[in-house]
Nanobody, 114 residues
């Protein structure tokens, strides 16, 4: 069974840090270009960051320089290090392939507030 499980979300103060995890089961994460998406209330889901099989990364302009995507192939897990998050980063965060070809997980809520 193909499954993605996101975790690590929570309440964080502006300027703090948080690390999200995306654990894959039923398939090998390394086979895909995979990324983090987010959906804020009342907004469409948007792509935040991508990482290729070779480790090349791409970021949305809104998070560039603050967020870092990485993957640990031995653990079949992907991460999003969120540094200096801002209130506008508040959203449910999801992981999936670049074209969302895998079943969506439940996501993990990130709330940035003082």
């Amino acid at each position: 069974q193909l499954q993605l499980v996101e975790s690590g979300g929570g309440l964080v103060q502006p300027g703090g840090s948080l690390r999200l995890s995306c654990a894959a089961s039923g398939f090998t994460l390394d086979y895909y270009v995979i990324g983090w998406f987010r959906q804020a209330p009342g907004k469409q889901r948007e792509l935040v960051a991508l990482i290729t099989r070779g480790g090349t990364t791409n970021y949305a302009d809104s998070v560039k320089g603050r967020f870092t995507i990485s993957r640990d192939n031995a653990k079949n897990t992907m991460y999003l290090q969120m540094n200096s998050p801002q209130p506008e980063d508040t959203a449910v965060y999801y992981c999936n392939t670049r074209y969302s070809t895998l079943p969506w997980g439940q996501g993990t809520q990130v709330t940035v507030s003082s």
